[in-house]
C-alpha cells in the first residue's frame, strides 16, 4: 500500500523556505527512526553567516531575546531555532543535519540511518525510481590517484513523472559568489525563469501542482509537485578550506558547484527502488555496515543511467502501471 514518506526534519523544510508552520507528517520506518522534530509552537529565522550573530526576537512578548551563532562544524551558514521562551531557548544547527543528500553525497535513508553511495564522476544513477516518479541524478568529481573512488557531488536532478521532464542542474562556477544565481532550471526542455527575490514563485501553466518558490535570492529553491514530491535544494561550492581539509584537489577553474537536497515524498508505492528509493520498501533489510563511521552502500552498476533522464537503470520501476496522467492541484 503507497504510504507517505518523511526524509528530511520538517523544522529545517520550513524554515529554509521562511514559513513558519506546525506539520504532521508520517514519520520514517527503522528502530531508529527519523531525526527529532521540533515542538509545535517552534518558530524559524533564516540562516546566518557564520560568527554573525542571529536574534530570537518577539517584540510582543517583552522577553530578552537570546542571541545565537553558527557553531564552527558549520561550514558556511546554520539554522537558528528560537522557541517562545526566546531568553531560554536559542539553538543552532548545521544545515546538513536535516538535508536528506549532502555533499559528498551522505544520503539519510528512510530508516533514518546515513550513508554514502560514491557513484562516479560524469555518470548519471536513478537515486528513486516508482510507478510514476523517476528521479536521476548527475555526479560531478575530482579523481584521488590515491584513492580507488573518485570524490564526487551531486551536480544536477533529472525528474520524470508523467509525460514531464523536469530538470534542475548547478551551473559550473569557476569563482564562487553567494550574489550569482548559478541555477539552471528547464521544464520539459523549456527554461524556467523565477523572480530573484525571496519566495519568488513559478508555476507551471500545464501542471498547475508543480510550483518553484526560491527560498533566497540566488542559490535556494522548494520544488513542490502536490501529492507526490516536495524538494529543497540549494547550490554550494567546494570551498578552498573544504579542499585542503579533505585534499579534493580543487582547482581555480572550478568551485565544484552542486546541491545538497532534502526530500519528502507521498504516496510512493511499496515496489520503489533506486539509491534512496529502496529505503522505503516495508521489505527494505539495511545490510551496511552499522560499525562503519558512515556506511557506504555499492552496487553502483544496479542504478547507473544512461543519461540524465534515462529510465534504463537495473532497478528502473518507472511506467510500469504509472498512475499519474495529470497532475492538476495545486501545490500548497
Known sequence: MARQHLVVLLAALVALCAIAATVDGAGVKGSSGPPPRAPPNTKMIRPGRRNQ?????????HIKPCNATCPNRCADECLVQCSPDEALNCKTFCLCDFYGVCGDPRFMGADGNN??????KDQDFCIVSDTDLHINTHFIGKSNPTMSRDFT???ALGILFADHRLYMGAQKTVKWDDNVD???LTFDGMPIEIPAEIDGQWQSTEVPALTIRRTSTTNGLRVQLNGVFDIIAKVVPITKKDSLIHNYGVTEGDCLAHFDLGFRFYDLTDDVHGV?????RTDYVNKLSVSAEMPVMGGASSYVSSNIFATDCKVARFGRHARISMVTGQAN
Not at 550513508?115 to 562516479?120: E, L, M, V
Open 53 to 61: 550573530v542571529s536574534s530570537c526576537d518577539n517584540p510582543k512578548d
Open 115 to 120: 550513508f554514502y553511495f560514491h557513484g562516479k
Open 153 to 155: 557531488w551531486i551536480q
Open 182 to 184: 548559478r541555477l539552471e
Open 276 to 280: 534512496l528509493g529502496q529505503t522505503y
